[in-house]
């Protein structure tokens, strides 16, 4: 079992910046895949980014491609979703997800899910 908690969502205007952190606790960290998505009101769960267990393979979706950037700190359980030049579209609760499978961008390849975190961004 894995507990993820995420965090450092909130408001920001247009251009700005935000980081997400998503802390892990439970069954090895280090195993597992993580990944990132989000959802906006009356929309189905978008894929944002993946990192495997090692960070040598990371995947984005091609609306955040540039501009946001995910890593993650196995001695610290941390998985983090740096979020620059952000834009009213991106407004949407964000969710990490934790995968015992290779890196994918379909829901379905992750067993455990944080509460989510809002991030708005503000026109």
């Known amino acids: 079992q894995v507990q993820l908690v995420e965090s450092g969502g909130g408001l920001v205007q247009a251009g700005g910046s935000l980081r997400l952190s998503c802390a892990a606790s439970?069954?090895?960290?280090?195993?597992?895949?993580y990944g990132w998505f989000r959802q906006a009101p009356g929309k189905e769960p978008e894929f944002v980014a993946a990192?495997?267990?090692?960070?040598?393979?990371?995947r984005y979706s091609d609306s955040v491609k540039g501009r946001f950037t995910i890593s993650r700190d196995n001695a610290k359980n941390t998985v983090y979703l740096q979020m620059n030049s952000l834009k009213p579209e991106d407004t949407a609760v964000y969710y990490c997800?934790?995968?015992?499978?290779?890196?994918?961008?379909?829901?379905?390849?992750?067993?455990?899910w944080g509460q989510g975190t809002q991030v708005t961004v503000s026109s």
């Open positions: 439970g069954r090895t960290f280090s195993w597992y895949v």
């Open positions: 990192i495997s267990w090692s960070s040598d393979t990371i």
């Open positions: 997800a934790a995968g015992a499978s290779t890196i994918g961008i379909s829901t379905t390849r992750y067993d455990y």
